[in-house]
């Protein structure tokens, strides 16, 4: 299961999908809501569960002994981080791209830690699409900042793929994000893999998600800027492949 961060939606693990599909892997890439093709308003979407709904429902829909390896990148890591808080028996391993991996209890500041992995506010574009008078709805990277902090390393054709695909993301719904739920979260093994000339999860921040929450494993791809699916697509293949069959042999 692969999960796409904040703007993206299911496209953006093309490579990854055709190379693991090849090694004989079956592969889901699905869309938050308001992401990809998903046809919701973002200014609609209050709520973190609201937003994580199709990746819940599909968890909630596998059958009984089945697990799954759940892959997040960038703002997906919240969402694989509330789904081993409530189907933590179905999941094999937890891997964090560059992705946000903190485990938030109900009474976190989540807007403390979202802002954290924001890095700097003016790189962002808010949309008030309920007036200039209510809190933001959207909320996106500039236009003009894309190539700098996002595929800074990443071929020219797949910064314009993702130029002309990229969605504002609901930015309350991240606001509200906790995690509930009775699972052991720590009883599910974690992966992080850390990007090395990334322009957006800075150096200093993913160390520091590392050292509060450590995982079992930690990779790192020197070569890749904020999206490994797009600049480095064989390395992170290679180590999504080892991390998987590391649970065939372990």
């Given at each position: 299961m692969l999960v796409h961060g904040a703007g993206h939606g299911g496209w953006c693990?093309?490579?990854?999908?055709?190379?693991?599909?090849a090694a004989g892997h079956k592969v889901t890439c699905l869309d938050l809501k308001c992401s990809g093709i998903d046809p919701t308003d973002f200014n609609t979407v209050f709520t973190f569960a609201d937003y994580n709904q199709p990746l819940t429902s599909f968890m909630s829909s596998l059958p009984p002994n089945h697990?799954?390896?759940?892959v997040g990148h960038s703002a997906g890591g919240k969402s694989v981080t509330?789904?081993?808080h409530k189907f933590a028996d179905?999941?094999?391993?937890?891997?964090?791209?560059?992705?946000?991996?903190?485990?938030?209890?109900?009474?976190?500041?989540?807007?403390?830690?979202?802002?954290?992995?924001l890095g700097d506010a003016n790189a962002y574009e808010l949309i008030y699409g309920l007036g200039l008078?209510?809190?933001?709805?959207?909320?996106?990277?500039?236009?003009?900042?894309?190539r700098q902090l996002l595929y800074n390393e990443s071929p020219v054709e797949d910064f314009t793929l993702a130029s002309m695909l990229l969605r504002p993301s609901p930015v309350r719904a991240f606001m509200d994000v906790t995690q509930e739920g009775s699972?052991?979260?720590?009883?599910?093994?974690?992966?992080?893999?850390?990007?090395?000339?990334?322009n957006l999860f800075k150096q200093e921040n993913q160390e520091k998600m590392i050292k509060q929450w450590p995982p079992s494993k930690v990779f790192a791809i020197h070569?890749?800027?904020h999206c490994p699916f797009f600049s480095t697509p064989d390395v992170l293949f290679a180590l999504l492949l080892e991390v998987a069959n590391s649970i065939k042999n372990p």
């Amino acid at each position: 299961m692969l999960v796409h961060g904040a703007g993206h939606g299911g496209w953006c693990w093309y490579k990854i999908r055709t190379l693991l599909e090849a090694a004989g892997h079956k592969v889901t890439c699905l869309d938050l809501k308001c992401s990809g093709i998903d046809p919701t308003d973002f200014n609609t979407v209050f709520t973190f569960a609201d937003y994580n709904q199709p990746l819940t429902s599909f968890m909630s829909s596998l059958p009984p002994n089945h697990k799954v390896i759940v892959v997040g990148h960038s703002a997906g890591g919240k969402s694989v981080t509330d789904v081993i808080h409530k189907f933590a028996d179905k999941v094999h391993i937890a891997i964090y791209v560059a992705a946000f991996m903190i485990n938030i209890g109900n009474s976190a500041s989540t807007n403390e830690h979202l802002s954290k992995q924001l890095g700097d506010a003016n790189a962002y574009e808010l949309i008030y699409g309920l007036g200039l008078d209510q809190p933001p709805t959207g909320i996106i990277v500039k236009p003009e900042l894309r190539r700098q902090l996002l595929y800074n390393e990443s071929p020219v054709e797949d910064f314009t793929l993702a130029s002309m695909l990229l969605r504002p993301s609901p930015v309350r719904a991240f606001m509200d994000v906790t995690q509930e739920g009775s699972c052991d979260v720590n009883s599910v093994p974690r992966v992080f893999i850390r990007t090395m000339k990334d322009n957006l999860f800075k150096q200093e921040n993913q160390e520091k998600m590392i050292k509060q929450w450590p995982p079992s494993k930690v990779f790192a791809i020197h070569e890749s800027d904020h999206c490994p699916f797009f600049s480095t697509p064989d390395v992170l293949f290679a180590l999504l492949l080892e991390v998987a069959n590391s649970i065939k042999n372990p």
